[in-house]
C-alpha cells in the first residue's frame, strides 16, 4: 500500500472474458471439460467483462525499475497506453530512493 509501503497484491474474481478464455483451452488437444466452481449467478454479477490493465493492478516497483534499466529516465512523462495514477508513480519512485535502488533527486 501507498501508506506502509508493503507491496501485496489483491485477490479477486477473474474477468468474464479470462474466464471464457480459460473454458475455450478444455479439450483443446484431446477431449475435455470445464468444471467452473462459481454460479453463473456469480458470474453474471461479480466478474468484470475484461480484466483491469496489468500496470494498474501491480506493484509498480518493478515495471520502474526495468524501465530505468531500458534508458527511460522520465517515468511520471512516459507514453504509458493506459497510465497509472501519479500519485502511484510518485510514491514508488520514493519507495525505490529510500530503498537505494535509486538516485535521488
Not at 449467478?41 to 483491469?52: C, G, I, N, P, T
Not at 497509472?84 to 537505494?100: E, F, V, W
Request: aromatic content about 8%.
Amino acid at each position: 500500500s501507498q501508506k506502509n509501503h508493503v507491496i501485496s497484491y489483491k485477490v479477486t474474481w477473474i474477468s468474464q472474458a479470462s474466464a471464457n478464455q480459460r473454458a475455450g483451452r478444455a479439450g483443446r488437444t484431446s477431449a475435455g471439460h470445464c468444471y467452473r466452481l462459481y454460479s453463473s449467478a456469480l458470474y453474471d454479477r461479480s466478474f468484470e467483462k475484461f480484466d483491469q490493465a496489468q500496470i494498474l493492478k501491480a506493484p509498480l516497483g518493478n515495471a520502474i525499475l526495468d524501465m530505468k534499466a531500458l534508458g527511460v529516465t522520465r517515468i511520471a512523462s512516459f507514453p504509458f497506453v493506459t497510465p497509472p495514477d501519479p500519485i502511484a508513480i510518485k510514491s514508488s519512485l520514493k519507495l525505490l530512493a529510500n530503498l537505494g535502488c535509486l538516485q535521488k533527486s
